[in-house]
Nanobody, 124 residues
């Protein structure tokens, strides 16, 4: 069982930056690929990015590529999402997720554990 707790959400103006963090429980964090997803009101959950267990392979969603950066620290059981050049359309609840596999995936259904989510609001 893995428990995930996100932090770092908030309100920011367009063009600004935020950094989200996700702390994971468990003793084998490096065996879990980690993903970030987001969900805006009335929309489906959207893939933001993911990283494999070692942190060497990262994949980003088309809408955030070049603006967002994922990193993980296996010694601290954390994964972060640095968000730059934020746009109003980035407004959503952001979720951290973990897989029981170390292979990264962009699919919601491939993730076994989810955090409670943190709100990110970007004003124009």
């Amino acid at each position: 069982q893995v428990q995930l707790v996100e932090s770092g959400g908030g309100l920011v103006q367009a063009g600004g930056s935020l950094r989200l963090s996700c702390a994971a429980s468990g003793r084998t964090f490096s065996s879990n690929a980690m993903g970030w997803f987001r969900q805006a009101p009335g929309k489906e959950r959207e893939f933001v990015g993911c990283v494999d267990g070692s942190g060497s392979v990262v994949l980003y969603g088309v809408s955030v590529k070049g603006r967002f950066t994922i990193s993980r620290d296996n010694a601290k059981n954390t994964v972060s999402l640095q968000m730059n050049s934020l746009k109003p359309e980035d407004t959503a609840v952001y979720y951290c997720a973990a897989r029981r596999s170390s292979y990264r995936s962009s699919r919601v259904l491939d993730y076994d554990y989810w955090g409670q989510g943190t709100q990110v609001t970007v004003s124009s």
